[in-house]
Nanobody
Framework: QVQLVESGGGLVQAGGSLRLSCAAS????????MGWFRQAPGKEREFVACISWSGGSIYYTDSVKGRFTISRDNAKNTVYLQMNSLKPEDTAVYYC????????????????WGQGTQVTVSS
């Protein structure tokens, strides 16, 4: 079992930055690929970014490339999502997730989910 707790969300103006954190506990964190997904009001949850256990493989959805950076610190059992140049369309609840094996862009392939943290970007 893996428990995931997100933090760092909030209200920010367009063009601003936020850093989300996801603290993991339970099974060995470094064995797990980690991902970030988001769900905007009235929309389905969508993939944002994911990272392999070593940090050697990273993937982003096209809409955040060049603006968001995913990283992890296995010593701290934490994964981060640095979000720069935020846009109103980035407004959503952001979820941290984990799975054994390779990182994936498909939410159905993830085993554990956090409760989510709200990110609101005002125009």
């Amino acid at each position: 079992q893996v428990q995931l707790v997100e933090s760092g969300g909030g209200l920010v103006q367009a063009g601003g930055s936020l850093r989300l954190s996801c603290a993991a506990s339970g099974r060995t964190f470094s064995w797990y690929a980690m991902g970030w997904f988001r769900q905007a009001p009235g929309k389905e949850r969508e993939f944002v970014a994911c990272i392999s256990w070593s940090g050697g493989s990273i993937y982003y959805t096209d809409s955040v490339k060049g603006r968001f950076t995913i990283s992890r610190d296995n010593a701290k059992n934490t994964v981060y999502l640095q979000m720069n140049s935020l846009k109103p369309e980035d407004t959503a609840v952001y979820y941290c997730t984990s799975r054994k094996g390779s990182p994936s862009t498909e939410q159905d392939e993830y085993d554990y989910w956090g409760q989510g943290t709200q990110v609101t970007v005002s125009s």
